[in-house]
């Protein structure tokens, strides 16, 4: 009985207890509530689907090799898409007031009714979850079709193709149309194109540029006496700079008056030395344009004697620091 009477009295204080806890009241709102916008919901999540699947478009573009129309086409409309989306939530979406002045700066102790602001002005939202996944999808998307570009600044986890060229110790030097090009057709003052025979002309390192200079007049590098017969000198064609055809050859018209002849890049006008092993002498490039060794065969064709003197390409090259194999 005595047990009985205390289990009585104890659920009798714990009832009190609750009975004497007191409510918590109910923050008084800062922002008022407003009317939910189903409708403008749906359009807003629509219009975020739309974006991430117009970035998802680009990357596919991309990687199909489009046109700069379509890239262009895809990302604008993603981003404008975006924007809507946006702009719509700003009118219809979030709960607004309007001030009569500038909106006070805050004090330390407002962060919280700031906060509660935040939140307030929500109020309209019934799909949060959902807006929140189409937003995720869309910024997502995006961030995937800014970040495809970067596949082109070339390999990432396997660099040697940057390094591999197809010339080889007997590879024949064949002109635009395919044809043999010989030692006794190369001209003084003349500047000509050259690619390997039976390999592809659009690989980094196939082009090459030929000039003809007085063998007295060479000045290579040690270990290339023998690289340029009768004064033949092979060069890459790839600016050392930032990867542009070198299509210029200046020859001095009144000579010693106007300056040596050399190699020119036109897009920034890096000047090369085909001389001194096409050293720079002007412009932005860092390092010399890599030399190909040449011999002439019983027929009098030229072809490679081995391969280029440094890596091909622009400057990011430069970090090898030792010649292709």
Same mark, same amino acid.
């Given at each position: ?26 923050? +008084? ?13 749906? /359009?807003? /999540? ?40 946006? /702009? ?23 962060? +919280? ?8 002005? !929500? ?30 600044? $070339? ?31 190369? +001209? ?9 025979? !039976? ?5 980094? !390192? ?18 290339? +006496? ?11 064609? /790839? ?37 001194? $092993?096409?050293?720079?002498?002007? !412009? ?21 004697? $081995? ?19």
């Amino acid at each position: 009985m005595r047990l009985r009477g205390w289990m009585i009295a104890l659920l009798a204080l714990f009832g009190m207890a609750r009975r004497r806890r007191p409510q918590r009241q109910p923050r +008084e709102r800062i922002v008022a509530a407003g009317q939910p916008d189903p409708r403008a919901e749906l /359009i807003a /999540i629509g219009l975020l689907l739309l974006a991430a699947a117009a970035a998802v478009a680009f990357v596919v573009f991309y990687a199909l090799g489009f046109s700069t129309q379509a890239l262009g086409g895809t990302l604008a409309g993603a981003l404008a898409l975006i924007a809507a989306a946006l /702009i719509l939530a700003a009118k219809r979406l979030v709960v607004s007031e309007q001030l009569p002045g500038e909106y006070p700066e805050p004090e330390p102790e407002q962060q +919280e009714a700031l906060a509660q602001i935040v939140e307030e002005s !929500g109020s309209r939202l019934t799909r949060k979850r959902l807006l929140g996944l189409a937003a995720g999808a869309a910024g997502g998307s995006l961030g995937a079709a800014l970040v495809a570009p970067a596949a082109s600044l $070339g390999p990432l986890f396997d660099t040697s193709s940057l390094y591999t060229t197809p010339w080889r110790r007997g590879r024949r030097l064949i002109d635009e149309a395919g044809r043999p090009m010989l030692a006794a057709d190369i +001209e003084t003052d003349v500047f000509y194109s050259a690619f390997p025979e !039976g390999a592809s002309k659009d690989a980094l !390192g196939a082009p090459l540029v030929l000039v003809r200079l007085d063998p007295a007049a060479l000045r290579l590098p040690a270990g290339r +006496e023998d690289w340029a017969p009768g004064g033949i000198l092979a060069f890459s064609k /790839i600016c050392t700079h930032a990867g542009c055809a070198i299509a210029l050859y200046r020859t001095p018209t009144f000579a010693p008056t106007q300056p040596a002849p050399a190699l020119v890049c036109p897009c920034h006008y890096s000047t090369f030395d085909p001389a001194r $092993g096409a050293a720079v002498t002007f !412009g932005p490039a860092g390092r010399p344009l890599p030399q190909l060794p040449l011999m002439v065969d019983g027929a009098g064709a030229l072809r490679a004697a $081995g391969n280029y003197s440094g890596a091909v390409g622009p400057g990011w090259s430069g970090v090898r620091s030792e010649p292709p194999a």
